[in-house]
């Protein structure tokens, strides 16, 4: 799947989407399929090449659960959607970018979200579209990468700790958006740490590297909260039990990952005004300095001024200029400017100008 929307490039580095340019057969040997079967006392895992390997796994009554990691090639979707009566706009979705949403379909539930992570030291959020296909007794989840989503959700099904063992498909969807939500906090702290740090920095440098930084920041939680903002939507249409797939036993959960997901935007705004914030402070700061830098020149300006006034008197080429013959002149003439360079700075001091 091209990285179009979200994929950002650092500044000073070639920021055009670059196309995907892996082989059909290069992507096939990318993906990794696992499959889970699982029941209140059951549990069954398995790693498998194609869709084929995952067929023995569907002929059973306990809850199936497929997880691709990685690019799916287009044999593979297929065999899904023959396999699950799956319509191809859906197959079609889930092999392009998409922006998160909901969206029923005759037998399955297709949902888009978007899973986070951030590198501070780029002051950059990866940013990878998952996919998830829920049917009544099924979940299949697409992933570009294989990471820790899948892994801890598969941790709390083999611990038996939660419901998630003992309760449908439903429950298995509300988790795996749990987990992203949970880790848009994680998010969200990494990028608070950079805020406060980019503060401290601005006390004692306006080096330009800190406005590069600012701006990668502010655009970056821009793109997270492009991100973010559409997903409330999906949890609220859930929420609101409009969809054959989700019972009622999860709505208080999909309530409370609601608020969570409104805490995060919350939070994400509260973010991009202190960025602001923050540039503002820079511009002072920067404002400051070059105010300063005039008060000195404009200081010096001014104490340089009588003296020009003086060596320029005795430059002029007059015969009868009393002083050009005086023997005194010349240190007598630097004692006067140096007079008047201490009378003008005391005056300053004075007025608290310097």
Request: hydrophobic share 40%.
């Amino acid at each position: 799947m091209p990285r179009v929307f979200f994929k950002k490039k650092l500044l000073g580095m070639e920021s055009i989407p670059q196309a995907d340019t892996h082989s059909e057969e290069e992507k096939k040997e990318e993906v990794t399929i696992t499959i889970v079967n699982y029941d209140v006392d059951f549990y069954e895992e398995a790693q498998v090449t194609d869709f084929e390997g995952c067929l023995p796994y569907l002929s059973t009554d306990h809850f199936t659960w497929i997880n691709v990691d990685g690019h799916p090639s287009h044999h593979l979707l297929e065999q899904m959607q023959v396999h699950f009566k799956i319509h191809p706009l859906l197959i079609e979705d889930i092999s392009t970018e998409q922006r998160p949403k909901i969206e029923p379909y005759e037998s399955v539930l297709y949902i888009v979200t978007r899973s986070l992570y951030y590198n501070a030291d780029k002051i950059l959020i990866d940013n990878e579209q998952v996919s998830l296909v829920v049917g009544q007794r099924f979940v299949i989840s697409f992933q570009e990468r294989e990471h820790h989503i899948s892994t801890y959700i598969k941790e709390r099904i083999r611990s038996r700790k939660n419901k998630l063992h003992n309760l449908g498909s439903d429950y298995l969807l509300y988790t795996f958006l749990d987990v992203i939500v949970d880790n848009y906090f994680v998010v969200l702290e990494k990028i608070g740490e950079t805020l406060d740090t980019l503060e401290e920095d601005l006390i004692t440098t306006t080096d330009s590297a800190i406005l590069r930084n600012i701006h990668l920041l502010k655009r970056e939680t821009i793109i997270m909260r492009k991100s973010i903002w559409p997903l409330r939507e999906v949890i609220s249409k859930l929420h609101r039990g409009d969809f054959e797939q989700v019972s009622s036993h999860i709505t208080l959960y999909l309530r409370d990952l609601y608020d969570h997901t409104i805490q995060v935007v919350d939070t994400i705004e509260t973010f991009r005004d202190m960025i602001s914030g923050i540039l503002d402070l820079y511009l002072s700061n920067i404002g400051h300095k070059t105010n300063e830098i005039m008060k000195l020149l404009a200081l010096a300006a001014t104490i340089f001024a009588p003296l020009t006034f003086l060596t320029g008197l005795w430059g002029m080429n007059f015969r009868n200029m009393p002083e050009l013959n005086w023997i005194w002149g010349y240190p007598a003439a630097l004692v006067l400017m140096v007079i008047t360079i201490g009378m003008m700075i005391r005056y300053f001091r004075k007025k608290k100008w310097i």
